[in-house]
């Protein structure tokens, strides 16, 4: 199993930036991705970006692409992601998971708790 800790949620305002960290620890695999996904009030939970554990290969949603950067920091076991360029619209809980990859829920075993992002405008 895998254990997820997201920290770095926060209300800021529209056009600035923040990073969500992915703190992973327990048993992972190089073929595991880690991926955020995000909740909107009223909505599903949808796909944000992913990368490789072993850190290649990152792929994100259209809906952010040119804004939000998922990385990953080997020494620190932790997972990040840069979001630039903030909307409103990017009002959420962020989580992250840990599984196989894809980007439909099922495919992730192992999910943290979430972090609330919120964007006025």
């Known amino acids: 199993q895998v254990q997820l800790v997201e920290s770095g949620g926060g209300l800021v305002q529209a056009g600035d930036s923040l990073r969500l960290s992915c703190a992973v620890s327990?048993?992972?695999?190089?073929?595991?991705?880690i991926a955020w996904f995000r909740q909107a009030p009223g909505k599903e939970r949808e796909f944000v970006a992913a990368?490789?554990?072993?850190?290649?290969?990152?792929y994100s949603a259209d809906s952010v692409k040119g804004r939000f950067t998922i990385s990953r920091d080997n020494a620190k076991n932790t997972v990040y992601l840069q979001m630039d360029s903030l909307k409103p619209e990017d009002t959420a809980v962020y989580y992250c998971a840990a599984g196989l990859g894809g980007t439909t829920q099922s495919a992730y075993a192992d999910w943290g708790q979430g972090t609330q992002v919120t964007i006025s405008s």
């Open positions: 990368i490789r554990w072993s850190g290649g290969n990152p």
């Open positions: 327990g048993r992972t695999f190089s073929n595991y991705r």
